[in-house]
């Protein structure tokens, strides 16, 4: 069975300071993990996605993220946070071998940026 | 290139009446898959369909059901409503060959009272 902690449900940081969203994996087979965005009365956004290609994954607006299996963590970073990032974010995990792909998500970090 | 749409966008239903939502995927992809998130939780897999067929399923009540189209469009159906499927229903669409990203409507927001 596949699951994902994400720690913190509730991450404030400054303005121009760095963003660090935490994310943990309990996976039987090696995973794809994933990062979505998700604005105010919207759907969610794919930030970026690991697929065992490299650990280290580059996504959209400034965002990365690394794969560290020793860990089994998939943390997400952002060198300087902008007030256009305040939103919910959720870490997802699957598993290649099902066929379906089926995403089991984290309960979700709400970011505030404070100006 | 029009992403994945979904209607309505809102809803409000009372206790033990059926509903039904609506999703078109996003051109190219033959796999839809329905999510529900509650409110303050993150989305759980209801069901995915593949060819028609519902290819696998969460841990949802058989008051849920799905169905999907010839033109790859899907319905998600349920009856019986309950208070607690309150939520946000969020279809994702994605490629058989390439199913490994999904990619996310706006989803209909159902309210039961």
């Known amino acids: 069975a596949q699951s994902v902690t994400q720690l913190g449900s509730h991450v404030s940081v400054s303005e121009g300071a760095l963003v660090l969203l935490r994310c943990n994996y309990s996976?039987?087979?090696?995973?794809?993990l994933f990062w979505y965005v998700q604005y105010p009365n919207q759907g969610l956004q794919l930030l970026l996605k690991?697929?065992?290609?490299?650990?280290l994954v580059k996504g959209i607006n400034g965002f990365e993220a690394e794969f560290k299996k020793s860990e089994t963590s998939f943390h997400l970073t952002k060198p300087s946070a902008h007030m256009s990032d305040a939103a919910e974010y959720f870490c997802?995990?699957?598993?290649?071998?099902?066929?379906?792909?089926?995403?089991?998500f984290g309960t979700g970090t709400r970011l505030k940026v404070l100006a | 290139d029009a992403g994945v749409t979904q209607s309505p966008t809102h809803l409000i239903k009372t206790r033990g009446q059926q509903v039904t939502l609506r999703c078109s995927p996003k051109?190219?992809?033959?796999?839809v898959s329905w999510y529900q998130q509650a409110l303050g939780q993150g989305p759980q897999f209801i069901f995915q369909?593949?060819?028609?067929?519902?290819?696998q399923r969460g841990n949802f009540p058989d008051r849920f059901s799905g169905h999907q189209f010839p033109n790859y469009s899907s319905e998600l159906n349920v009856n019986a409503l309950l208070l607690g499927d309150s939520a946000l229903y969020l279809c994702?669409?994605?490629?058989?060959?390439?199913?490994?990203?999904?990619?996310f409507g706006p989803g209909t927001r159902l309210l039961v009272l």
């Open positions: 994702a669409s994605s490629w058989d060959r390439a199913q490994e990203t999904q990619y």
């Open positions: 996976s039987s087979v090696p995973p794809y």
């Open positions: 690991y697929t065992s290609a490299a650990t």
């Open positions: 997802a995990v699957s598993d290649p071998t099902s066929g379906t792909y089926k995403y089991i």
């Open positions: 051109s190219g992809h033959d796999t």
């Open positions: 369909y593949y060819e028609e067929e519902e290819r």
